[in-house]
Every structure is written in C-alpha cells, then in structure tokens.
C-alpha cells in the first residue's frame, strides 16, 4: 500500500503543473494544476483504453473534437476513451484528478 | 465521453452508500459514502491488478491487514494491490472514490 497527499501538490507555478502519483501496468494516475485562463490541449493517443478526468477544485470545461465544449466544475467526473479527443480549459485555477486504463 | 457529478451522489442514507460512477473492460469506479462511526470491512480479492482510493471528504483510518490503521483525511490518495487487503474507518462521515483497474 502507498500513499500520495494531493495537499501537498497544490502548487500553480506553471501555466500547467504535472504530478505523477501512480504508475503501474494497470493505471498511470497523474494531479494537473492547470492556472485560470489556460488551456490543457485537445489531445487523443491511437490505443485501448479509457481514462477518468475528475474536478477536484475550481471549474472550467472540459474539450473535445470539434470545439465542444462541456462545463466542468469540482465533483464531475468525466469518462472518455483514450483515443477520443480530450482537454480541458481552466476558468479558474484549476485541479483535476486523471487515471489512464491500462496506461500508453 | 460520459460524466458524472459526485455532488448527486452526496447522500449518507445508510451505514454504507455505494454509488457506481463507471464500469467497463478497463476500470470500474464506485463511489463510497461512510456515516461517522462505521467500516467498510477489510477484504481483498484474490486476482491481479490495483486499486485507488481518494478520499473526497472528511477523515479517517485505511486499514489494512494485521489491524493496521493509517490516518486519512480528504486529499489522500491510497493505492494498493487487488489482493492486499484493504478497508476503511470512517471517523467523521467520509466519502471515498475507487477506481478498481482492472475491474474484477
């Protein structure tokens, strides 16, 4: 068992701030800080696979193909494959939660 | 893409509330509610693959095998192996979300 403290990556030193909590051959886990006004861009990879994006604090919306656009606050959780286009721009300061199965 | 709001499923109606947030091939999300005072049993599954668990709100104590007991609070990222065994302590009421990969 491991334990990681997402109070202590609360950190908005970049524009977008990258913490790997976990990463194993069943999920790779990472905390994005993502400052107010920036963009995490619309991406996609060719591969199996899903991933959950969870709002941990501030709000924004969340991207996906063709400029759609889907508001995002804390408590949602959203749920896409890893080969569908996703991103998410940052309202306010933004913390959101991100587990890839299996990871790329 | 789907999403889920964690702030519908705010609900302490029994001892143990279980809200499936996702379930497919690669990872199955439940989101637990514990009322003050209760446990969620220590199990384990004897099958490969981990688990997360996020505390939402409020705190308490993961347990583990042997009665060991590890102080949670909100923020706390517990990740372990499907068959270590693992259950909660609920001190304050405390909302927990799992993400089991890959899903039993």
């Given amino acids: 068992m491991k334990v990681f403290d997402?109070?202590?990556?609360?950190?908005f030193e970049?524009?977008?701030n990258k913490f790997l909590v976990h990463d194993s051959a069943y999920f790779r886990i990472i905390n994005f800080n993502i400052k107010a006004g920036e963009v995490f861009p619309v991406h996609?990879?060719?591969v199996e696979g899903e991933l959950s994006i969870l709002v941990l604090e501030g709000e924004g919306e969340f991207l996906g193909g063709e400029e759609a656009a889907t508001?995002?606050?804390a408590g949602d959780i959203f749920i896409c494959?890893?080969?569908?286009?996703?991103?998410?721009?940052?309202?306010?300061?933004?913390?959101?939660l991100v587990t890839i199965a299996p990871p790329l």
């Fill in 6 to 11: 997402l109070n202590e990556t609360n950190i």
């Fill in 14 to 16: 970049r524009d977008l």
């Fill in 44 to 46: 996609s990879h060719p």
């Fill in 71 to 73: 508001p995002a606050k």
């Fill in 81 to 96: 494959r890893i080969d569908e286009p996703h991103g998410m721009r940052a309202k306010t300061n933004m913390r959101i």
